[in-house]
Nanobody
């Protein structure tokens, strides 16, 4: 499975941004999908995950109530809607696919077998 993220950029605090992750080379609906991020000098952080059907979602504590993950299996794409952005949301955002447990929406990155190259999100205060 190949994953390509898009939609990152430079925004101001309080703005919104929507990231997209297009998948190819596999059966998209057979994967749970997740978003992770990594800021300079920090460990990778779980952001959000969604199971294969979209019926289960999980969020990291720092983004709950502000970010929304969704997917369109017909378009082989997963989205991350980011509202009320803060400077601490600045990071490289990675999309990942979990083919081994598509029923859940795992928060542990070790469960994800495929990763995109990442897209930079910078929030200025």
């Amino acid at each position: 499975v190949q994953l390509i993220e898009s939609g990152g950029g430079l925004v101001q605090a309080g703005d919104t941004l929507r990231l997209s992750c297009a998948a190819s080379g596999g059966t998209f609906s057979a994967n749970a999908m997740g978003w992770f991020r990594q800021a300079p000098g920090k460990e990778r952080e779980f952001v959000a995950a969604i199971n294969w059907s979209g019926s289960i979602t999980n969020y990291g504590d720092s983004v709950k109530g502000r970010f929304t993950i969704s997917r369109d299996n017909a378009k082989n794409t997963v989205y991350l809607q980011m509202n009320s952005l803060k400077s601490e949301d600045t990071a490289v955002y990675y999309c990942a696919a979990d083919p081994r447990d598509p029923v859940r929406a795992n928060f542990d990155g070790i469960e994800y077998a495929y990763w995109g190259q990442g897209t930079q999100v910078t929030v200025s205060s």
